[in-house]
């Protein structure tokens, strides 16, 4: 399975490009930080970041698109950067007909490293150890990138085409899940048997 992985930001986007096997094994294919200078205005800024991307699905062909869910956050304009490099990659997705998922930054974080509030730099330090990578890809958009397409990649059961793995679900039959995986699908099931125990108490 190859999946695009997209850290969406305006200033700063973060593409990464993945293969997957069924047994987890995830290879590098490219990684790329989409840049637009803060001196263009918004529409202009958007049309560079979208032809950067359209330029890495036409060469790289991927099966699926990975991208980080946007979130509150107490700077405006970050959010609405995110917000709108999320949908110019959700409309380059669709026009390909390719599947778009949205995950946290604590499922990323969760998937990877097996705990969902892990810091940048324990992101970035198991993105380079799955890939067999020297260095931590650099800068941290990269690594964001990478990890999301990892954690596609993982929760799908390496699919192409296939819906975001339920964590109620068994794992994908013949697929051996990593103690990562394990560990945020435990995690997942705890917080979906809490949240029962408080809705029937209330």
């Not at 946290?104 to 990877?112: L, Q």
């Not at 260095?135 to 296939?162: E, F, N, Q, S, Y």
């Amino acid at each position: 399975m190859r999946v695009l992985g997209i850290d969406p930001g305006l200033t700063r986007c973060g593409v990464g490009v993945v293969d997957v096997d069924p047994n987890r094994t995830a290879r590098l294919v490219d990684v790329v930080v989409l840049r637009s200078p803060a001196d263009l205005d918004t529409p202009r800024r958007l049309a560079r970041i979208a032809d950067g991307i359209e330029a890495i699905i036409e060469e790289h062909r991927p099966q699926a698109v990975a991208l980080e869910r946007v979130f509150a956050r107490s700077d405006v304009s970050t959010i609405m950067g995110t917000a709108q490099i999320s949908g110019v990659a959700m409309l380059i997705a669709a026009r390909r007909e390719l599947p778009v998922a949205l995950h946290t930054p604590s499922e990323v974080k969760a998937a990877i490293t097996g705990y969902g509030r892990a810091d940048k730099a324990q992101v970035g330090a198991m993105v380079a150890r799955i890939l067999g990578l020297e260095a931590v890809p650099k800068p941290a958009d990269a690594a964001d990138a990478l990890a999301l397409a990892i954690c596609h990649a993982w929760r799908t059961g390496g699919v192409a085409g296939a819906a975001v793995l339920d964590a109620a679900a068994p794992p994908v039959e013949g697929a051996a899940l990593t103690p990562a995986q394990r560990a945020w699908i435990a995690a997942e099931r705890s917080a979906a048997v809490s949240g029962a125990a408080r809705r029937v108490k209330e």
